[in-house]
């Protein structure tokens, strides 16, 4: 499985971004896919996760702004971020995981300015 993510850029504060992971196969019917993201100097960390059958789970940092989804049809994954922080700003990578397979993509910066 590969995984591309993109939508990446600088915005300003309290804007919005949308980013999309594309898969090379069809696998969103059956991995449990996420975003994550990793801030200079700090660890990665979970963001927002959906599984194979539509359930989304977020890190409390994000609820209420962030918005996962995905096109089974397209093979893509979509964050929708709204309301962005400063605090928002990481790259940002996709990920897919099934039965201690996982894949990630190559990660998209996102920068927010204040």
């Known amino acids: 499985v590969q995984l591309q993510a993109s939508g990446g850029g600088l915005v300003q504060a309290g804007g919005s971004l949308r980013l999309s992971c594309e898969a090379s196969t069809s696998i969103f019917n059956s991995y449990r896919m996420g975003w994550y993201r990793q801030a200079p100097g700090k660890q990665r960390e979970m963001v927002a996760v959906?599984?194979?059958?539509?359930?989304?789970h977020y890190a409390n940092s994000v609820k209420g702004r962030f918005t996962i989804s995905k096109d089974n049809a397209k093979n893509t994954m979509y964050l929708q971020m709204n309301s962005l922080k400063p605090e928002d700003t990481a790259v940002y990578y996709c990920?897919?995981?099934?039965?201690?397979?996982?894949?990630w993509g190559q990660g998209t910066q996102v920068t927010v300015s204040s």
């Open positions: 959906i599984t194979s059958d539509g359930g989304t």
């Open positions: 990920n897919a995981y099934r039965s201690g397979a996982v894949a």
